[in-house]
């Protein structure tokens, strides 16, 4: 997966999100919303924890955008 | 498939609910939630059991999120 | 395609309801629910038969899951 | 595209229905029936005519599956 | 991305949709029919002109069919 | 990703509309139109900012067509 390079904008960009632990809004292809914190992103999927710690491993091919929570 | 490597973060956590037993939630492309627990993964499925032992073999390219149930 | 590799478990459990001639239901990505038996398999695609014998190629990329009949 | 190899059994049968002058029924991604005859297939689309002659070119990516008309 | 290959079927179509300046309609993953005319293809897009020469690039992944109109 | 080169006719067209600071319409797989100015692309994803320069990472494969703003 050439897509997955550490030095790429959004690689870095989710990897900043990780290091600020800061709220986001995940848009996925089934049109749901999940909002919560990245722990961790790798290849195929970015973990996502809720207020209760709850971990959702999403798959990369089903994102469809990513905010940051205003 | 280089997203599948047993060291991915997404494969040794799909590996740990195998071993636990765990209980877990599918939400595929299609809308539907999956609810078993995983017996095997492989590159391109995961198969799932419910409380029946009934299989259903799912294909990764359909997966959205996993969750483990509270 | 790396994952159609004939030693995976998911197309050895396929092949296996080939030689059972096992009955089987296919989710789809239109949500279409397909109930038939397989005859063979090949990288992109699957071909089930229903109870008049006819054939119907399924595109393995529109597969969300797939269950023995009860 | 590996997938795309003139050996293959679905690539065989599709090559069968052109000779044939087969009707058949494809479902796509969208939900939608397509039903003509195939005139051509290359490694990404498949060419269908209607009874007017009015070409379609489908996306392989986009097929669902696809049965003879009876 | 060897499905774009000038020798292929389908993208030898397009190319003659382009110099013959034929008007085409695109069905879209998401059930949109958008119609003009295409102005240029490569490998992950295809750009259409509309009546008032407005471009639209459209993703190849999103493409379900393509017709001349008629 | 070949189809990320930034000689292709869609690159330099992305490219272009970050320099001209050109507002664009997104439609999504979700059949959600996003409106902004681009300021960044990667081999896997877009980034929009809004009126307020809230940035969205969109995923490219998550697009389905762009349009410039009239």
Avoid: N, S
């Avoid at 690689?11 to 809004?25: G, L, P, R, T």
């Avoid at 292809?29 to 909002?35: F, I, M, Q, R, W």
């Avoid at 996502?48 to 089903?62: E, S």
């Amino acid at each position: 997966m050439t897509e997955f390079d550490t030095g790429l904008p959004h690689v870095k960009q989710i990897q900043k999100y990780i290091v600020d632990k800061q709220e986001v809004e995940f848009k996925l292809a089934t049109d749901d919303l999940l909002v919560g914190k990245i722990i961790w992103q790798d290849p195929a999927c970015i973990c996502l924890v809720d207020h209760y710690d709850q971990p959702t491993i999403i798959w990369r091919h089903a994102l469809v955008y990513l905010k940051p929570k205003a």
